[in-house]
């Protein structure tokens, strides 16, 4: 398979014969090797495949096996003759990473941290299919669709400022409930303000080391301080809806023959438009679950510190599709951007990012698992040049979730959170196992890829105390 290589961190797949574009794919020699691991790099080809497809397929540093698209690819499409496909968004729809600045620092932990934890699994749900204690009924259900985390804050979860630093201010304006199945609206009413499982996740953080003082200050950051860090998605909701999609394309288009994964309407057709209000929908009730469990945890934690304070610095998203303005052969033009297990990357003076943020970039977030350290890194202009402003989500799997079953028991995987000092509750033994850290790439290396290239800017280093995992 041939690669050229444009500098140390960046890579080229040659578009061969019904291919579109090139590949691109950012990333280490190391970090290649364990991309080339599996379907990745056929999958990234066949995203070249796709109609409407403009400048290359990209993978980011974190990229491995996904369905459809790899998780960590990134298209954008021409609006008139591209294509929407559920493979480039994902089962869990909007899949986000949201975190919070507190008014603690480590020493006010001392002493009751397995407390705490076991305060905070308990306050918020998690688990497989697990629902909540939160009532909702149609009517509301159809108001959340529609209005995201505002109907949240309306009720009194929340307050307006919660929004401010939200992408898309915790609501895409072109949701519809209409187009979302009983079933998927079945499947999702119960389970706002629940994690769910996989690699979900509620992290309490001390931030460890500022890499860019001027920028953590701006997005409220100091060095000892606790943060929490919350990974979750659109549940049952979202998931039924990628399926119920993906069901009505192949019935009314087909799929591709090099790959049925990535089944596919026009952007323009009526059942285009349709998944992408279903989309954004799904994206909204994400968005409102994240805000709930917020709440959550603001008020769990006041049991603990009665002066307690939890501030969003920014709330992310990871499995998204989205119409933005980029600049494409010197001309600024509107695309749709599908970003799959991927981060928006917006630098300096782009409008859509929160105005306290305008001077050095939005934030991103980059997890690492359990175990290991995460990312607060800052937005690029180069990204919008290199990668349709986008940049990992994660460390990104490097062994199944199969795989690292048949290598550690829950017993060692419970000793090595012991051992590094992390307090673990977990709702199963197999959420314990499948996120310990052997199960991903190397963040440290991830980030220095992204820092590296120039698709997303080290501000600071978080590492984890007490994590709460499905």
């Given at each position: 398979?041939?690669?050229?290589?444009?500098?140390?961190?960046?890579?080229?797949?040659?578009?061969?014969?019904?291919?579109?574009?090139?590949?691109?794919?950012?990333?280490?020699?190391?970090?290649?090797?364990?991309?080339?691991?599996?379907?990745?790099?056929?999958?990234?080809?066949?995203?070249?495949?796709?109609?409407?497809?403009?400048?290359?397929?990209?993978?980011?540093?974190?990229?491995?096996?996904?369905?459809?698209?790899?998780?960590?690819?990134?298209?954008?499409?021409?609006?008139?003759?591209?294509?929407?496909?559920?493979?480039?968004?994902?089962?869990?729809?909007?899949?986000?990473?949201?975190?919070?600045?507190?008014?603690?620092?480590?020493?006010?932990?001392?002493?009751?941290?397995?407390?705490?934890?076991?305060?905070?699994?308990?306050?918020?749900?998690?688990?497989?299919?697990?629902?909540?204690?939160?009532?909702?009924?149609?009517?509301?259900?159809?108001?959340?669709?529609?209005?995201?985390?505002?109907?949240?804050?309306?009720?009194?979860?929340?307050?307006?400022?919660?929004?401010?630093?939200?992408?898309?201010?915790?609501?895409?304006?072109?949701?519809?409930?209409?187009?979302?199945?009983?079933?998927?609206?079945?499947?999702?009413?119960?389970?706002?303000?629940?994690?769910?499982?996989?690699?979900?996740?509620?992290?309490?953080?001390?931030v460890d080391e500022i890499f860019d003082?001027?920028?953590?200050?701006?997005?409220?950051?100091?060095?000892?301080?606790?943060?929490?860090?919350?990974?979750?998605?659109?549940?049952?909701?979202?998931?039924?809806?990628?399926?119920?999609?993906?069901?009505?394309?192949?019935?009314?288009?087909?799929?591709?023959?090099?790959?049925?994964?990535?089944?596919?309407?026009?952007?323009?057709?009526?059942?285009?438009?349709?998944?992408?209000?279903?989309?954004?929908?799904?994206?909204?009730?994400?968005?409102?679950?994240?805000?709930?469990?917020?709440?959550?945890?603001?008020?769990?934690?006041?049991?603990?510190?009665?002066?307690?304070?939890?501030?969003?610095?920014?709330?992310?998203?990871?499995?998204?599709?989205?119409?933005?303005?980029?600049?494409?052969?010197?001309?600024?033009?509107?695309?749709?951007?599908?970003?799959?297990?991927?981060?928006?990357?917006?630098?300096?003076?782009?409008?859509?990012?929160?105005?306290?943020?305008?001077?050095?970039?939005?934030?991103?977030?980059?997890?690492?698992?359990?175990?290991?350290?995460?990312?607060?890194?800052?937005?690029?202009?180069?990204?919008?040049?290199?990668?349709?402003?986008?940049?990992?989500?994660?460390?990104?799997?490097?062994?199944?979730?199969?795989?690292?079953?048949?290598?550690?028991?829950?017993?060692e995987a419970k000793k090595n959170m012991?051992?590094?000092?992390?307090?673990?509750?977990?709702?199963?033994?197999?959420?314990?196992?499948?996120?310990?850290?052997?199960?991903?790439?190397?963040?440290?290396?991830?980030?220095?890829?992204?820092?590296?290239?120039?698709?997303?800017?080290?501000?600071?280093?978080?590492?984890?105390?007490?994590?709460?995992?499905?």
């Open positions: 398979m041939e690669f050229t290589k444009i500098n140390d961190f960046e890579w080229e797949l040659e578009a061969v014969e019904g291919m579109g574009v090139p590949g691109k794919i950012f990333a280490s020699e190391e970090l290649l090797n364990q991309i080339k691991e599996g379907k990745s790099i056929e999958q990234i080809r066949n995203v070249a495949r796709l109609p409407g497809i403009l400048q290359s397929s990209i993978a980011m540093p974190d990229a491995h096996q996904g369905y459809g698209f790899s998780i960590g690819g990134v298209a954008a499409f021409d609006i008139d003759n591209g294509v929407i496909s559920p493979g480039g968004v994902g089962y869990d729809i909007n899949c986000s990473v949201r975190l919070l600045k507190t008014n603690l620092v480590r020493s006010d932990l001392n002493g009751c941290e397995r407390e705490i934890v076991k305060s905070l699994f308990a306050a918020v749900p998690s688990g497989v299919g697990r629902g909540g204690t939160f009532s909702l009924n149609l009517k509301d259900l159809d108001e959340i669709l529609i209005d995201g985390a505002s109907w949240m804050v309306e009720k009194g979860y929340g307050t307006s400022q919660d929004l401010e630093f939200i992408e898309e201010n915790g609501c895409m304006k072109c949701a519809g409930s209409k187009v979302v199945s009983q079933r998927a609206k079945g499947r999702g009413i119960n389970q706002m303000g629940t994690l769910g499982a996989g690699n979900h996740f509620l992290d309490v953080l001390i003082l001027e920028t953590a200050k701006v997005y409220g950051l100091e060095k000892d301080q606790v943060v929490i860090m919350v990974h979750c998605g659109s549940r049952g909701l979202g998931h039924q809806v990628a399926s119920d999609y993906i069901s009505l394309m192949e019935k009314e288009y087909g799929y591709p023959e090099y790959d049925r994964e990535l089944v596919h309407a026009p952007i323009t057709s009526k059942l285009g438009k349709q998944y992408y209000s279903a989309m954004a929908a799904a994206a909204n009730f994400a968005f409102a679950n994240k805000q709930l469990i917020t709440h959550y945890i603001r008020e769990d934690m006041k049991k603990f510190f009665p002066e307690f304070e939890a501030e969003v610095v920014y709330d992310i998203c990871h499995n998204i599709a989205k119409f933005e303005t980029h600049k494409i052969d010197g001309n600024k033009r509107e695309v749709l951007v599908m970003r799959k297990g991927a981060t928006r990357s917006f630098g300096p003076d782009r409008e859509e990012i929160p105005k306290k943020y305008s001077k050095v970039g939005q934030p991103i977030f980059i997890p690492g698992s359990m175990g290991t350290a995460s990312y607060v890194l800052a937005g690029t202009n180069e990204s919008e040049k290199l990668s349709f402003a986008s940049t990992a989500h994660g460390a990104g799997r490097i062994k199944s979730r199969s795989a690292i079953k048949r290598e550690i028991t829950f017993e012991e051992d590094l000092g992390v307090y673990v509750e977990s709702g199963s033994h197999k959420g314990m196992i499948e996120e310990s850290p052997s199960s991903y790439k190397d963040v440290d290396e991830v980030v220095r890829v992204s820092d590296s290239v120039g698709i997303g800017r080290k501000v600071a280093r978080l590492m984890p105390l007490l994590v709460v995992v499905g």
